[in-house]
């Protein structure tokens, strides 16, 4: 199926007499008939739901809908998008191990990836995403176990060359994951690249209307861990914990998924709520067109802010002067993201001024959904830092983040032309 179709049909498929939309399991658990029924779900030998935690009906049911958009083997939702990124680099790697990660990665995962994961052992090596296969090459360690990366980078707009990312991880036989949230798999499937795995931030344009936060894993089934079981001894080796079980002996393709439900949910349990997981797929039945709108509108709003004589610089992969518009012009031809950043020529100050004389878009600590926002990261996210520990992190002082919506784009130009004017 298409992706249009899948946005609409796919995950959950009723039969005869089965409501026809979503139904919201609101139940932490399952009942079964007999005390067999129930040990054969626990030993993995039967596939059935036993507890909230680990898995629901609803949730499998829009984790479908996302693995199909992505063209991947097997998916589970998240409670967050931090929850999946975690989530997908703790279920191969272990104490002792490392991984490769572009610098321009949401401020979250940053902190998540080189910080926190720091604490469990886990270290890892910062690469500039345009730097040479030479360069990359020289990041990777023997106990290096994957590379994490953005398709569009939030909040630089740094746009991947995925294929280079796939093929430099792939040599160092180590999977690559993706976090496509800014790009959906309306607008770029990584795994049409070669990326192994690809998460999200379901919270953002999937969701769509800033309801949810929430997240997601697919697997691509492409990466076959069981030819490096010394690398990958969790999904290789019997895992104690779940009675000897080896994921890939038992799993095959789904080793991945099986792994990070049955061991990390079971045991962390960042799971997404059924109620959540429900507005989730409400959201998903409308990305198809909801996408190319953002698109549309954002690429109109870069033209206009670029043309204007108070604005210093404008970043949106869209526009032709962009040094990433090759790129994504490559890997998302039909549009990238509806998210542009820039400054005005009044600098922080006047960034700050004109953010206040806005009507229609709003501040608020978010990006991706159907109404326009702003942020001004100096003012709000990095307000702790000067203007020189600022440019260190990649945020320019007078860095405006503009998330174009899906209003009539002439009533977004307005806005912002009267605001700018005020600045
Ligand atoms: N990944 C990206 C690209 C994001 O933009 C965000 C949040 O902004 C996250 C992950 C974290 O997601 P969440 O806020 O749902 O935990």
Redesign the pocket.
């Known amino acids: 199926m298409k992706r249009e179709t899948i946005c609409i049909q796919s995950g959950w498929k009723p039969t005869k007499g089965e409501p026809r939309v979503l139904p919201i399991y609101q139940s932490t658990t399952f009942k079964y008939d007999t005390s067999e029924q129930m040990g054969r779900l626990f030993d993995l030998e039967d596939s059935g739901y036993f507890y909230t935690r680990l898995q629901n009906p609803t949730n499998d049911a829009v984790a479908q809908k996302i693995c199909e958009l992505e063209g991947g083997v097997a998916a589970m939702l998240t409670s967050?998008?931090?929850?999946?990124?975690y989530y997908a680099v703790f279920n191969i790697c272990e104490a002792g191990d490392h991984l490769v990660m572009s610098s321009t990665?949401?401020g979250?995962?940053f902190n998540l990836l080189t910080c926190t994961m720091k604490k469990m052992g886990i270290s890892c090596t910062v690469v500039d995403p345009d730097a040479s296969e030479e360069e990359l090459n020289a990041a990777f360690r023997p106990n290096t176990k994957c590379v994490v990366a953005?398709t569009i980078?939030?909040p630089a707009l740094v746009v991947l060359d995925i294929e280079k990312f796939a093929r430099v991880a792939h040599a160092h036989e180590v999977p690559l994951i993706i976090?496509n949230?800014?790009a959906t798999p309306i607008n770029c499937r990584p795994f049409e690249f070669g990326a192994d795995i690809v998460?999200?931030?379901?919270?953002?344009y999937m969701d769509g209307h800033a309801m949810c936060?929430?997240?997601a894993i697919v697997d691509s089934g492409n990466f076959d861990w069981s030819k490096y079981p010394d690398k990958f001894p969790g999904l290789c080796t019997p895992d104690e914990s779940y009675h000897g079980i080896v994921y890939t002996e038992k799993f095959g393709k789904g080793a991945y998924i099986t792994k990070a439900t049955s061991q990390l949910m079971r045991d962390l349990g960042s799971i997404q709520s059924p109620m959540n997981a429900f507005l989730l797929n409400v959201g998903l039945e409308t990305l198809h067109l909801r996408m190319p709108c953002h698109c549309a509108n954002a690429q109109k709003v870069a033209e206009f802010l670029e043309a204007h004589e108070k604005v210093a610089w404008v970043n949106y992969p869209g526009l032709k002067s962009n040094k990433y518009y090759e790129l994504a012009q490559k890997y998302m031809p039909k549009g990238s993201c509806g998210v542009i950043s820039f400054g005005l020529k009044g600098g922080r100050e006047a960034a700050s001024n004109m953010m206040d004389k806005l009507q229609l878009a709003a501040i608020v600590t978010?990006?991706?959904d159907a109404r326009t926002c702003v942020l001004h990261p100096a003012s709000h996210t990095h307000r702790q830092m000067n203007d020189e520990q600022l440019v260190e992190a990649g945020v320019a002082p007078d860095l405006i983040r503009l998330s174009v919506g899906i209003e009539n784009v002439e009533d977004i130009i307005a806005d912002l032309a009267q605001a700018i004017e005020k600045a």
């Open positions: 967050s998008g931090q929850a999946a990124n990665v949401y979250g995962t953005e980078a939030n976090d949230t800014f998460t999200h931030s379901t919270t953002k936060v929430g997240g978010h990006v991706a």
